[in-house]
């Protein structure tokens, strides 16, 4: 054996033993996500009103609450990822003020749950919670994917209730470029027959909208991740955050059988909000009733939601005060990957910090 | 010497690979948005799902006239009794937000009151707590 050889052989044996804890980490446990302490201050049903503990004093933080709701069909962890990569975390740092509204998990009890029952049951109970919690009669509003989307439909079915300012995320919002968006072909009539799918489930099941979003890249996602894990297993950072978001990725939820039927239908299908002729419970949604304070946040590279879906909506709703901020980055990556905190937190934060006193 | 060069290879087969998989990266991609995998799919999640529902709905009238036969109460019982609960734990939070809200209001009430006896030179009473009445 050379001597350069023999000399390495440490090295090369830790790296081995790096490799193999880090392989049985992730191939056994699940990490640590959501880690931000924080207490529930209101619950209905399956969802639940957190606020995250203030890591600064009164006197420098913002006066208006900001509320962050998540999509329906994963966990809001994804927005409190891990320590040193948490939205959450970041926003304590800068003097806000953060609630979260968690919708929960589905049951089979939970499948006539429709878009009506989370825009006009649910988020105006746990706003109206969060005002007498925080004592502001104003509130921002944050919404990602699915969120954005009954963001919007709230801003604009209660202009009244207090909204100042409205930050929408990767927002599904407009379907007229229908060749353009991958889901909206997978969901097309002509091949996709919703009813049918929930008399056999009731909810749309959890294993069937990963295995739909991960088709729209499947070498991507069910080789390339596991690849990139492997060329840097040796490297416990990388391993440590892929972790975390495999963890995150991987325990999607089911979303309610109506709700998905009206999203399939009314959105994807019919795209009525966009055209005018969307009502919820018998209310029509008009964007131009959206008159909060509008930053809308698009991902140039979103296959999920991509940008068509979005920029347009800029022109419909009836806000003075608006902006389009596109960004580098997925649907995902966009917010929780490792540039969003040189990135994307610190123009939401410039945004919003002005709007918040 | 030996290690620079296992290293150089191991890079080139590193590099291979990702263009591999680059390219088959597109081209399935090309396949998964094409109108003829869409169709595919369809022909075979449609049997797969007739039959679930089939099952789904036969297992679910078994189960229920097993738990009739026990005098039990049927899944759509136990259902139905959830979205009751639902319902009343709405009209709960109205309630209470609405006792919020008086509280709130009396409170208010209150203060101008106490700053009036502040005002009148009685703080003993206006610090402490409200006065029964009758």
Redesign the interface.
């Known amino acids: 054996m050379p001597a350069s050889d023999a000399a390495a052989a440490p090295g090369l044996l830790s790296r081995l033993s790096t490799m193999a804890a880090n392989l049985t980490k992730v191939t056994t446990t699940r990490a640590p996500i959501g880690q931000t302490p924080r207490q529930v201050i209101w619950t209905l049903n399956k969802a639940t009103l957190f606020r995250y503990t203030p890591v600064v004093r009164d006197e420098r933080r913002h006066p208006i609450p900001l509320l962050l709701v998540f999509a329906l069909m994963n966990k809001s962890s994804i927005l409190d990822l891990r320590p040193g990569n948490s939205f959450v975390e970041f926003l304590l740092q800068k003097g806000y003020d953060v609630y979260l509204l968690d919708w929960g998990t589905p049951g089979p009890e939970d499948a006539q749950t429709d878009l009506g029952d989370y825009v006009l049951e649910y988020l105006p109970r746990a706003i109206r919670k969060l005002k007498s919690f925080s004592g502001s009669a104003e509130f921002n509003l944050l919404g990602w994917c699915i969120g954005a989307m009954l963001s919007t439909l709230y801003a604009s079915l209660r202009p009244s209730d207090g909204l100042k300012s409205l930050i929408l995320l990767t927002a599904p919002l407009d379907f007229t470029q229908h060749d353009k968006i991958s889901l909206a072909r997978m969901t097309d009539e002509r091949y996709f027959d919703v009813d049918r799918v929930l008399q056999a489930f009731g909810n749309m099941p959890a294993g069937l909208i990963d295995y739909g979003a991960k088709m729209l890249k499947p070498v991507e996602n069910f080789v390339g991740g596991y690849l990139r894990l492997f060329d840097n297993l040796d490297n416990t950072k990388v391993v440590d955050s892929w972790h975390a978001m495999n963890t995150w990725v991987s325990d999607a939820i089911p979303l309610a059988g109506a709700a998905y039927r009206q999203f399939i239908l009314d959105f994807y299908r019919g795209n009525k909000l966009v055209k005018g002729t969307l009502t919820v419970r018998g209310e029509k949604v008009d964007l131009r009733q959206v008159r909060a304070s509008l930053l809308n946040v698009i991902g140039e590279d979103d296959h999920i939601t991509p940008p068509c879906q979005s920029e347009g909506i800029l022109e419909m709703v009836g806000s003075a005060d608006k902006e389009l901020l596109r960004l580098p980055g997925g649907h995902i990556g966009l917010m929780a990957g490792s540039g969003a905190a040189k990135v994307a937190w610190p123009k939401i934060d410039a945004w919003l910090s002005e709007r918040s006193a | 010497?030996?290690?620079d060069s296992s290293k150089g290879f191991f890079e080139r087969m590193?590099g291979v690979?990702d263009s591999a998989?680059e390219d088959?990266?597109k081209l399935?991609?090309a396949w998964?948005?094409s109108d003829s995998y869409?169709?595919i799919?369809?022909a075979i999640s449609?049997p797969a799902?007739?039959a679930?529902?089939i099952f789904?709905k036969a297992t679910e009238s078994a189960m229920a006239d097993l738990l009739a036969r026990l005098n039990m109460p049927s899944?759509e019982d136990?259902?139905a009794l959830?979205?009751r609960l639902?319902r009343i734990?709405?009209v709960l939070?109205?309630l209470g937000?609405g006792m919020?809200?008086f509280h709130?209001g009396s409170s208010r009430q209150q203060r101008p009151a106490a700053r009036e006896r502040e005002g009148n030179g009685d703080r003993r009473q206006a610090a402490g707590p409200p006065a029964k009445e009758g």
């Open positions: 010497m030996s290690s590193r690979r998989m088959l990266a399935t991609l998964t948005s869409q169709a799919n369809a449609r799902l007739l679930a529902g789904r899944r136990v259902l959830s979205q639902t734990e709405m939070d109205d937000a919020d809200q709130r």
